[in-house]
């Protein structure tokens, strides 16, 4: 994968050369600075980085992802010395018996009597 890198890289530093030279042509055979070849030149440079920069995190995700791969093949290798209890499986709802003889949880304390009357809050 390393070698997918420095070719991505040398296309992109290609590509830059190129548009660089193509600017520098369209500009020595006009007459004045023309904006439009410039405006393309950049544009085609910031394309070319963008392109290869997604390139380059995609192989960065692959070289991640075989790295990976690689640990859980030699953790699997070296097998397991304890048993391992099953997973409980985690949409399994329990069986309606098991439900209703679950006791009920204690009903939460009553609240204290209010105050009867009219009470002051503010006065103005």
Do not use: K, N
């Not at 070296?78 to 985690?90: C, E, I, K, M, T």
Request: with cysteine; glycine share 10%.
């Amino acid at each position: 994968m390393v070698w997918v890198q420095r070719v991505v890289g040398a296309v992109f530093a290609v590509g830059v050369l190129a548009l660089i030279g193509a600017i520098a042509t369209q500009v020595g055979q006009a007459e004045g600075w023309p904006p439009l070849p410039i405006f393309l030149g950049l544009l085609g440079i910031v394309v070319l980085l963008l392109v290869s920069a997604g390139c380059l995190a995609l192989i960065s995700v692959a070289i991640s992802a075989r790295r990976g791969a690689e640990a859980l093949r030699r953790i699997a290798g070296q097998g397991l010395s304890a048993p391992v209890a099953a997973p409980a499986r985690p949409f399994s709802q329990p069986p309606l018996r098991e439900v209703a003889s679950d006791a009920q949880p204690e009903p939460a304390p009553a609240r204290p009597a209010r105050p009867m009357g009219r009470t002051l809050v503010a006065e103005r």
